[in-house]
């Protein structure tokens, strides 16, 4: 598994130096650390999780969101729900996996997810930049919407704006 902290420095609590700069200098946060805790454990459960490679992992609102290495998602298989599970106990919030490293429509879609994108349009703004419009399928809290639209943002660097509808 690679994480982004040694891993005595994580079974201990205890950050060396260089694990304590990498927070101090914000490459990574608090909320990977915690995240790192839990994967550890689960790897110790389930040995199929061991490929895994936390990247980043970024809480807005009340969505916690885990980005992983490529193709890890499909690795995980069937012990994703017990991982989100896990995950979702003791962060009391949503989780989102979404991998790195993929191209941007295979990374809307998992971010959109447990909603289906209906359709995906790029607009063209007066300013010269441009904005993938991403039509889902069914409801969703408009908080959580802007919470993964600046999610994307951040760490994909999209511009999405994304609008649910019902039929």
Same mark, same amino acid.
């Given at each position: 598994?690679?994480? /982004?902290?040694?891993?005595?420095?994580?079974?201990?609590?205890?950050?060396?130096?260089?694990?304590?700069n990498?927070?101090?200098?914000?490459?990574?946060?608090?909320?990977?650390?915690?995240?790192?805790?839990?994967?550890?454990?689960?790897?110790?459960?389930r040995?199929?999780?061991?490929?895994?490679?936390?990247?980043?992992?970024?809480?807005?609102?009340?969505i916690?969101?885990?980005?992983?290495?490529?193709?890890?998602?499909?690795?995980?298989?069937?012990?994703?729900?017990?991982?989100?599970?896990?995950?979702?106990?003791?962060?009391?919030t949503?989780?989102?996996?979404?991998?790195?490293?993929?191209?941007? !429509?295979?990374?809307?879609?998992?971010?959109?997810? /447990?909603? !289906?994108?209906?359709?995906?349009?790029?607009?063209?703004? /007066?300013?010269g930049?441009?904005?993938?419009?991403?039509?889902?399928?069914?409801?969703?809290? /408009?908080?959580?919407?802007?919470?993964?639209?600046?999610?994307? !943002?951040?760490?994909?660097?999209?511009?999405?704006?994304?609008?649910?509808?019902?039929?």
């Open positions: 598994m690679k994480l /982004p902290f040694h891993e005595f420095c994580i079974k201990t609590g205890s950050l060396c130096d260089e694990c304590e990498r927070i101090k200098q914000g490459l990574n946060s608090n909320e990977e650390l915690r995240l790192s805790k839990i994967f550890l454990e689960m790897v110790e459960k040995r199929s999780l061991s490929d895994l490679t936390l990247v980043k992992a970024l809480r807005k609102g009340n916690l969101v885990v980005e992983l290495g490529e193709g890890d998602i499909e690795r995980i298989g069937s012990d994703m729900g017990e991982l989100i599970r896990s995950v979702k106990g003791r962060a009391d949503k989780v989102l996996l979404v991998e790195s490293g993929v191209p941007a !429509k295979t990374f809307i879609r998992q971010l959109s997810w /447990p909603n !289906k994108v209906l359709a995906m349009n790029t607009v063209w703004l /007066p300013d930049s441009r904005q993938t419009k991403v039509t889902l399928d069914g409801r969703r809290n /408009p908080s959580e919407l802007r919470a993964l639209e600046e999610f994307a !943002k951040e760490s994909e660097g999209i511009d999405i704006r994304l609008e649910p509808t019902t039929r």
